[in-house]
Structures are given as C-alpha cells and as structure tokens.
C-alpha cells in the first residue's frame, strides 16, 4: 500500500509544481556561474600542465645495449648511421 499512496501524491502534486514554475525566470544563478568557472579553469591549467609534460619528453630512441650485431634492429641502427 506504501507505493500507491507515494504514487497518488507524485500524481497530484508535480502538476502544482508545474504551475508554479516560470520558465522565463529560471537561470543556472551565482553557482552555475562559479562552478562552470572552476572546471574551465581547472580544465586550462590540466592543459598547460600537459603541455610542459609533454616538451619534457625525449622521443629519441636509445639503442639496446642487449642487442648484438646479428640481430635486425642493431643492423637497422648501423645502416642509419
């Protein structure tokens, strides 16, 4: 019986809550505006923190120490040179 009386009470009380409602008065407000500010400013300082992260990076390849002259990177490295 406890879901037909919370059923009952959705069903006569969200068209109340419709009339009351002004759709030309509601806004996001203050807090929409500072949240939306702090994931953009978080957002701009994850960006320029990828980007000196990503200068810091070496993308020359050492050779390997491991491989011999028989085997094909070791060749492919010498033909390089």
Excluded: I
Aim: zero cysteines.
């Amino acid at each position: 019986m406890p879901d037909m009386s919370a059923h009952l009470a959705l069903t006569q009380l969200v068209p109340f809550a419709a009339e009351e409602l002004d759709k030309n008065k509601v806004t996001p407000g203050v807090l929409g505006f500072v949240v939306f500010a702090v994931l953009a400013l978080a957002v701009w300082m994850l960006m320029k923190s990828m980007n000196r992260h990503m200068g810091r990076v070496s993308f020359e390849e050492a050779p390997d120490p491991a491989a011999g002259p028989d085997t094909p990177a070791a060749q492919a490295g010498a033909s390089a040179k």
